[in-house]
Nanobody, 123 residues
C-alpha cells in the first residue's frame, strides 16, 4: 500500500485546512486509518482515527471538536478537516493504515505510512 498525503500549507491561527490521503496498491478499504503528527523535537502524536466503514472515529482531547476525520472508501481516500487551528498544531502530518479494521492511538498498530505533509500555523 502506498499513501500520498496532501493539503498541508501555511495558515493563520484560527484558520482551516483539509488534508487528504490517497491509498494505492493493495486495497485498504477494510482497514482502519489514522492521522498522526510530529512537531520538531517531539514524539509522533495521534490526532484522529477512523474505522474501516467510517462508523467509528476517535480523537485525543487536544484536537477534539476542531478536527474531523472522514473517508471515502470508493476513492481509497481519508480526509482530515482541521478548524480553529493553533500554532501548536504546527507539525508534519502523516496518514497511516491500521493493521486491523479499527484505528488505534498506538502508532505500532499501523502497517503503512504516508510521506507526510507539513502544516504550519502562524500566530
Amino acid at each position: 500500500v502506498q499513501l500520498q498525503a496532501s493539503g498541508g500549507g501555511l495558515v493563520q491561527a484560527g484558520g482551516s485546512l483539509k488534508l487528504s490521503c490517497v491509498a494505492s496498491g493493495r486495497t485498504s478499504s477494510n482497514n482502519g486509518m489514522g492521522w498522526f503528527r510530529q512537531a520538531p523535537g517531539k514524539e509522533r502524536e495521534f490526532v484522529a482515527g477512523i474505522s474501516w466503514n467510517g462508523a467509528s472515529t476517535t480523537y485525543p482531547d487536544s484536537v477534539k471538536g476542531r478536527f474531523t476525520i472522514s473517508r471515502d472508501r470508493a476513492k481509497n481516500t481519508v480526509y482530515l478537516q482541521m478548524s480553529t487551528l493553533k500554532p501548536d498544531d504546527t507539525a508534519v502530518y502523516y496518514c497511516a493504515v491500521s493493521r486491523t479494521s479499527y484505528s488505534s492511538s498506538d502508532y505500532s498498530r499501523y502497517a503503512y505510512w504516508g510521506q507526510g505533509t507539513l502544516v504550519t500555523v502562524s500566530s
